[in-house]
């Protein structure tokens, strides 16, 4: 009788860890493509990152878990093998139904809530996670080596290079190069690739005639039919759709319906062709203050028709500032009339770095940034903003920012959110004058404003569409007035980028459209996870907290990685690449190294970590407090957080392969324990330091109370008996 060769190939490299490995770099596509795309459908904020990232980590350890069933088989290596070829196409269904499926189980046009947004997460991650947790835990008992404490580390190594290799392909190659729908073919394809070498290998003729009939079968739907316009098309029924493409900071649609065109970025409406009232708010209430104004600086949206309406004043140059390049490539194609002029200067660049390297003074500066429901729009209603926006402004210069919409009637979240932007802009500006339009319109400015609008317009010859005297005169009525100037009356903290009230104030209302409440789901999170606290080993333990700490400290670093250098999505893969370069290190020295690691090496690592998170926020104000921000500022900050990443994960990445070698029983139980313990508290960390703790105690607060609990861990695994 033939028997199948050991799991190995040319080389003698273990099958087991090029699966492992492609395991790794097809979760690391899948992730990030998912992560945009639910940001996209369901116009969310970091809450709902947060939820996308900590429902994959948490199926993802429960697979891990259920795993422990996989490996009872007489023949594991090939359960594994025909589970890889099955994960291979489950994302492109899975991204199809996303998109699709959302105005077929909820109400076309409204908004979804938190609770619907969770559910639909965890039915549309269920199948994927718990495959490829599953398949994690395979993968340690189906190596040919009977060393199962190396085991588990190798393959934690090789699931974190994989990591790395997709990573670096998704922001280098990938992701401004293919659709979302490409991105997951290419992983589709190497994915079934290794299982087909896997199976050659093995000669299992069987599964190497499923894995070409998948791959053909795959190749012929990618051919044949176009899944990112049909599924875009279903997205915006009754719409044509004029344009559709992803950049570095998002997935851009333009629809076009009674001839109107929309931009929709990530889900957000940018602006419209026919929004003339907006567009002459946003320029006039701010331009009549200063009408000689002879350089004037828009941060977003130029391209709509804001930076051809300040021309109106006969200003000498309008600049206008847009991160995203493509959202200018589109604009020139659509709106080429609105650019048309010499005297505009479109610039892609992120508005705070631009304003942070700016040599040239403005006389009024308007900010078209869209409400703070996200941090990495917070960062423009921050004290560290204004403050580099006075930097930039003409002595008596004015700024204008909007926020809200006031129908008459100002509710509590409404008189919070508006309290906290006064007493911030007033902690920088002189004046600051409120305007209750279609949005609530700031200006502020170290020199005298009016209110007497319509007058300084018609002084200059000012003859606007829709924002004529009379309904000047309408939104600046005395009851009005008096009705934001009470809310603004009451005390309020200051929004800073340290410390995001104000997003936290718009995902409460958020929140609130929807009766849920913040407080009961972390009391229920609480509540389901104590009493699998309360029966874990302390080395398991250790694990948790430590999957917590890097979970929750990775979101602190994205979040503030965005307030410093502009767009979350522009970086992301290359952030997290760095982060699974850190684990593979961290892992493949306590593998080679470290011959018998114990108990005193976990704890010390955990009080590693437990330092870095109180050192983090001191590096991080550093940063922050840079002046002035050169290009070579630019790329040592850049260097900084790459460092910090990486530091983090290198100690993140040596504390589990020594915990589950400490900790070890057989190889299967004590695989599915560390991964199931890991995904877990990551889970817990990325939800609850996302939605929560960040927004409403502020980074340096978080990072305290993450440095408290690896501590407790630390001394739980020196002082505990039992793993």
């Known amino acids: 009788m033939m028997l199948n060769p050991k799991p190995r190939v040319a080389g003698g490299f273990p099958l087991t860890s090029i699966i492992a490995g492609t395991l790794g770099a097809s979760a690391i ?13 369901f116009s969310g904020n970091e809450i709902i ?78 199948p994927y996670c718990l495959l490829s947790g599953g398949l994690l835990t395979i993968s340690c008992s189906a190596s040919s080596s ?122 957000i409406p940018l602006f419209a062709s026919s929004n003339i009232q907006e567009i002459e708010e946003s320029v006039h209430y701010a331009m009549a203050q200063r009408p000689s104004a002879g350089r ?30 493509l959202v200018l490539k589109v604009g020139r194609k659509f709106f080429r009339n609105n650019v048309l002029d010499p005297r505009i200067r479109l610039i892609q660049m992120d508005g705070r770095m631009y304003l942070k390297q700016a040599k040239d003074s403005y ?86 404003m009016t209110k007497d609008i319509s007058t300084r317009l018609a002084e200059h010859l000012i003859s606007p569409v829709s924002i004529r005297r009379d309904y000047i005169q309408e939104v600046m009525r ?25 997003y936290y104030y718009r995902l409460i209302f958020w929140m609130n459209q929807f009766d849920v ?17 309360l029966k874990m080993r302390a080395i398991a333990f250790a694990i948790f907290v430590s999957g917590f700490a890097a979970s929750a400290l990775e979101i602190v670093l994205l979040i503030f990685f965005q307030v410093l250098f502009g767009s979350l999505y522009q970086q992301i893969g290359l952030i997290m690449t760095v982060f699974m370069t850190g684990l593979a290190i961290g892992s493949f ?5 470290v011959q018998l690691p114990g108990r005193r090496h976990v704890a010390v690592l955990a009080f590693c970590i437990a330092l870095f998170a109180l050192i983090l926020p001191i590096v991080l104000k550093w940063l922050s407090h840079i002046q002035p921000w050169t290009t070579s500022i630019t790329i040592l900050g850049q260097a900084v957080f790459a460092f910090l990443t990486l530091l983090l994960a290198l100690l993140v990445g040596m504390q589990f392969p020594a915990a589950a070698r400490t900790g070890f029983e057989t190889t299967a139980r004590t695989a599915a324990r560390m991964y199931t313990a890991d995904f877990i508290g990551a889970f817990l960390g990325a939800s609850i330091f996302s939605s929560f703790v960040i927004p409403r105690c502020g980074v340096t607060t978080a990072c305290l109370v993450i440095a408290g609990m690896i501590i407790v861990s630390g001394f739980v695994v020196g002082f505990k008996r039992g793993v």
């Open 29 to 41: 596509l899948t992730q990030l493509v998912f992560m945009r795309e639910f940001l996209s459908v």
């Open 49 to 126: 990152f947060g939820i996308t990232l900590g429902i994959w980590l948490l199926l993802t350890g429960i697979g891990t878990s259920i795993g422990r069933v996989g490996t009872e088989f007489k023949e594991p290596m090939t359960l594994l093998i025909s589970g890889l070829m099955v994960l291979s196409f489950i994302p492109v269904i899975s991204i199809f139904l996303l998109r699709t499926i959302r105005d077929v189980v909820f109400i076309r046009g409204a908004a979804v809530g938190l609770t619907e947004a969770i559910l639909s997460c965890t039915v549309l991650l269920l």
């Open 146 to 267: 009977n060393d199962g404490p190396r085991n588990i580390g190798w393959v934690y190594f090789s699931d974190n290079v994989g990591s790395i290799i997709g990573g670096f392909f998704f922001t280098f190659v990938l992701v401004t190069s293919f659709s979302h729908f490409g991105i997951l073919y290419a992983q589709s394809f190497a994915t079934l690739a290794v299982a087909g070498i896997a199976s050659w290998h093995r000669r299992q003729k069987l599964l190497v005639f499923m894995a070409g009939l998948i791959l053909a079968a795959l190749i012929g739907i990618a051919t044949l039919t176009d899944m990112d316009s049909i599924s875009t098309g279903m997205q915006y029924p009754g719409q044509t759709i004029a344009f559709a493409g992803n950049s570095a900071y998002g997935r851009l649609i333009v629809t076009e319906l009674d001839g109107q065109l929309n931009f929709i970025e990530n889900g």
């Open 296 to 325: 004037v600086l828009i941060l977003a949206g130029g391209v709509s028709g804001t930076a051809r309406e300040v021309l109106k004043y006969g200003t000498g140059e309008v600049a206008s500032v847009e991160i995203d390049p």
């Open 363 to 448: 006389d009024v500066i308007i900010s078209e940034v869209p409400d703070p429901t996200t941090c990495q729009l917070n960062r423009y209603f921050t004290i560290e903003f204004f403050q580099e926006v006075k930097r930039a402004l003409m002595p008596g210069g004015v700024l204008s920012i909007s926020m809200g919409h006031y129908e008459n009637y100002v509710n509590p979240e409404l008189s919070r959110s508006i309290a906290a932007l006064h007493h911030t802009l007033a902690a920088v500006f002189k004046n600051v004058m409120m305007i209750p339009g279609g949005k609530i319109y700031f200006l502020a400015s170290d020199g005298e």
């Open 478 to 502: 005395p009851d009005r007035l008096l009705d934001i100037n009470r809310a603004i009356a009451e005390k309020a903290p200051l929004n800073t980028d340290f410390y995001p009230i104000l």
């Open 517 to 533: 409440q913040l407080g009961f789901l972390l009391a229920l999170l609480i509540a389901l996870t104590t009493p699998y606290l």
């Open 589 to 593: 020295v306590v593998n080679r190294l």
